[in-house]
């Protein structure tokens, strides 16, 4: 299983949005450091759902429920999606602010690369993340 983070501006598609549709094909993705993560995505990675703009902040928990697949409304089969299925908020979400200052996240991609829309985590980071997010 992998980790991951994906980023959502909340006002076009929200975490509780998500949660009320339980499942989304996760498009309109374009850099293509951002599909080559994609395409690495599979059935069962864990997620954990950003709120970019004003919030800046993990709010959620998901998964990947599909395997890559060519996006059906483009015409460019390098354009990838999967599906994402809600799980459940985060018992505390964990604003980028502080995950800025936690030594052990300074190489994660949302710090780093902060224009990024799918950010892939490792095990270590993953596991800060959720202490930070009161979920270990």
Not at 33 to 46: E, H, R, T
């Amino acid at each position: 299983m992998a980790y991951w983070i994906v980023k959502t501006e909340p006002t076009s598609y929200s975490f509780d949005r998500l949660l009320k549709d339980r499942q989304t094909t996760w498009d309109g993705v374009r850099n293509p450091q951002a599909l080559k993560y994609i395409a690495s995505m599979a059935p069962g990675d864990a997620v954990l759902i950003y709120h970019t703009g004003a919030e800046k902040r993990i709010v959620g928990l998901g998964e990947v429920v599909s395997k890559p697949v060519p996006d059906p409304k483009q015409h460019d089969p390098r354009v990838l999606v999967v599906d994402l299925r809600a799980q459940r908020p985060v018992k505390r979400p964990v604003l980028l602010a502080e995950i800025k200052k936690q030594p052990e996240l300074a190489s994660l991609k949302l710090v780093r690369q902060a224009r990024l829309s799918v950010i892939p985590v490792d095990a270590g980071q993953w596991k800060t993340l959720m202490r930070m997010a009161d979920e270990s």
